[in-house]
């Protein structure tokens, strides 16, 4: 059975996320990427299917290696989803400064 994985299951894993922050700045080979972890290619190279598999990944051919980056387009969607939650605690975050202000100030 192939199940199809969204982004939010792909992000949902510590690896797959520290491999996107790894990206977030600068293309990289599979061997380059397995390098940052304590784990074995293969493991490091199935999340890289995950994350090619949602989109949240593009590889690029150059030669013989192939690079993988970050998929700008899709990562919007995972932005788009957390903005609301992000606008709902600051909100929270400016009303409790205020609030502590005004105790400070007694």
């Not at 387009?73 to 409790?96: G, H, S, T, Y």
Request: with cysteine; aromatic share 8%; hydrophobic share 40%.
């Amino acid at each position: 059975m192939n199940l199809r994985r969204d982004v939010f299951q792909a992000i949902a894993d510590p690896t797959r996320r520290a491999i996107l922050l790894l990206l977030a700045s600068q293309s990289m080979t599979a061997g380059a990427i397995a390098s940052n972890f304590d784990t074995a290619r293969p493991t490091v190279s199935k999340h890289l299917q995950i994350l090619t598999e949602c989109e949240l990944l593009q590889q690029t051919q150059n030669g013989r290696e192939v690079y993988y980056q970050i998929n700008a387009k899709n990562m919007k969607e995972v932005a788009d989803f957390i903005e609301p939650f992000r606008q709902l605690w600051d909100d929270r975050f400016n009303k409790l400064e205020e609030i502590m202000k005004t105790y400070k100030d007694k």
